[in-house]
């Protein structure tokens, strides 16, 4: 029972991971780089960020796609459509030609974080772990 109290004690001394001195979420780690996200409906999905633009590949379809990147605050952005960059199999040739997706990221780890988004094409709101590439 002590040591447990003492550990307690010991880690509420420290910030938690994905939280600054002030307990804001450190987003700004995850703006840029290389990504990938699992999902049930669409399986896994590559991304490639910089500033301003998004690429995503579908590792199933091989649909690749740009999305110019709008950051609404630090932990917040938008991804619009721009254009399909490839389409080997022709899964991309009924894309609706505004996309518009609004990315929250919730909490954040060492190489992943949580994101919940929507989207203009629907009114569900998705939950995923975005994890960073190695």
């Known amino acids: ?5 003492v550990m307690l004690l010991l880690l509420s001394c420290f ?17 840029t780089g290389k990504y990938y996200v699992d999902d049930t409906l669409a399986g896994r999905t590559y991304i490639v960020r910089n500033d301003s633009v998004q690429i995503e590949t579908g590792a199933d379809d091989d649909v690749k796609a740009e999305f110019r990147v709008s950051w609404v605050n ?35 780890a060492a190489d992943s974080y949580m994101q919940t988004s929507t989207s203009n094409l629907s009114m569900q709101v998705f939950t995923n772990r975005v994890v960073r590439r190695k």
């Not at 029972?1 to 109290?5: I, K, P, V």
């Not at 001195?21 to 987003?27: A, I, P, T, V």
């Open 1 to 5: 029972m002590n040591n447990l109290l």
């Open 15 to 31: 910030p938690s991971f994905g939280k600054d001195q002030d307990g804001h979420l450190k987003c700004k780690q995850f703006r």
């Open 74 to 108: 630090e932990c917040t952005y938008v991804l619009t459509f721009s254009r399909i960059l490839e389409d080997p199999k022709g899964n991309a040739k009924d894309w609706p030609k505004v996309i518009i997706v609004t990315v929250s990221i919730t909490s954040v």
